[in-house]
C-alpha cells in the first residue's frame, strides 16, 4: 500500500512558475510509475505527466516543453517543475502511482489546487 501526498500548489500568476511535490509512504518507491493529473470542474481529470520506473517520461501536449516531471526515489519524491504558467493551467492537480509500468494508476494523492491569475 502506498499513500501519496501533494504540496507545493498556489496562487500564481501568469507567466510564473511552481514545483509540486509528491511524498510517498512506504517501501519500493523504485518501483511505482508515477504521474501527475489535473482537474477542472466539470472536466474529466486529464494526465498532464508521468514518469516511468526507469525514468522514462511522457507529457500531454499542453506541458511539453513547460513542464518538467522528476522522481528521486531516495526521498521517495516525484516533483513537477512547472513554468510559464497560464491560466488554463488552473486545476487541482493529482498525484498517482501504480506497481510497475503498466495498468491502471490505483494509488492517488489528495490532491493540491494550482490557481494561475493576475
Known amino acids: 500500500q502506498v499513500q501519496l501526498v501533494e504540496s507545493g500548489g498556489g496562487l500564481v500568476q501568469p507567466g510564473g512558475s511552481l514545483r509540486l511535490s509528491c511524498a510517498a509512504s512506504g517501501s519500493a518507491f523504485g518501483a511505482y510509475a508515477m504521474s501527475w493529473y489535473r482537474q477542472v470542474p466539470g472536466k474529466q481529470r486529464e494526465l498532464v505527466a508521468l514518469?516511468?520506473?526507469?525514468?522514462?517520461?511522457y507529457y500531454h501536449d499542453s506541458a511539453k516543453g513547460r513542464f518538467t516531471i522528476s522522481r528521486d526515489n531516495t526521498k521517495n519524491t516525484m516533483y513537477l517543475q512547472m513554468s510559464g504558467l497560464k491560466p488554463e493551467d488552473t486545476a487541482v492537480y493529482y498525484c498517482?502511482?501504480?506497481?510497475?509500468?503498466?495498468?491502471?494508476?490505483?494509488?492517488w494523492g489528495q490532491g493540491t489546487q494550482v490557481t494561475v491569475a493576475s
Open positions: 514518469i516511468g520506473t526507469g525514468g522514462s517520461t
Open positions: 498517482a502511482g501504480r506497481r510497475g509500468d503498466l495498468g491502471q494508476f490505483n494509488y
